[in-house]
């Protein structure tokens, strides 16, 4: 498979991300769409690691290269699970505090 | 048109649908559930680019844990459609537009690229994603990021519980 139709289809999933940050106003749906961003960014670092592989294993057939573009993927789950954890606790205390999961609210955070 | 490709558009066009209902849909239930469909086709993905160990993981953690995690916040607070707060708007069409603007640059920088052409992402072969290799490499080249990692995960723990309680 072409390495540019994993490339368009994660730059595409990427931006739906992008656009659901910017319009939404739900604070959970903002973090859904920053989630959404980290998938697209996981597959396409999977793509590149086959591609490198694919290049690799011309002169080498046991060749390992792109192992560590997929534990980077791996990092990046944990960390994800993580943040979700603790972003979650925060959108808990902003509406235990303010009643709205609006994310608006978060501007009375500068004073 | 072969069977890898048959999967690989089915698989782009459920995520990419997927997504754009996570955006569209006004109850934040549906969306989460929009976005758990759209885990399961990225894990298809990786499926087809024979990233066994990946898939699993992406199921279990971001579809088993991360979206139970969100739902419970969510019928936790008993959110409804009516009171959800909308943008204006020209704030959508901005968003919508800004975002788009994105997508064009990075595809044009992307058709343009020589670097790319003619290159292949090896699909449905090729033995790096199976749990064996990569434990492998965890464990020989990255212990220390995976031990640093443990203690990431205790102080999001402690910090979570500590936002979380009632003070």
Redesign the interface.
Known sequence: MPIQYYIYLCLALFSIGIIGALTRRNVIIVFMCIELMFNAVNLLLVAFSKMHLAAASISDKASTVGSDGQLFVFFIMVVAAAEVSVGLAIIVMLFRNTHSVDINFLNRLKN | MST??IL?FFL?AL??FS??M??ISKN?VH??LW?VV??FA?SG??IL???Q??AI??II??AG??MV??LF??M??N?NQQ?????NLW??L???I???C??MV??SL??QSLD?K??????TS?D??LIK??GR??FN??VV?FEI?SV??LS??V???V??KKD
């Open positions: 890898t490709e690989f782009s995520a990419l997504a754009s996570v955006l934040p969306s989460v976005l759209t885990f990225i993905h990786y680019l024979n990233a160990f990946l993981v992406n953690v971001y844990a991360i995690l969100f916040v969510i936790l607070m959110l009171n959800e707060p909308q943008k704030m959508k901005a968003g919508v800004s975002g788009g994105f997508l990075l595809v992307v058709r790319l003619s290159k292949v992402a090896m699909t090729g790096i994603g290799n990569l490499v965890l080249d990255y990021p990692t990431l995960f999001a723990m910090g979570a519980i936002m979380g």
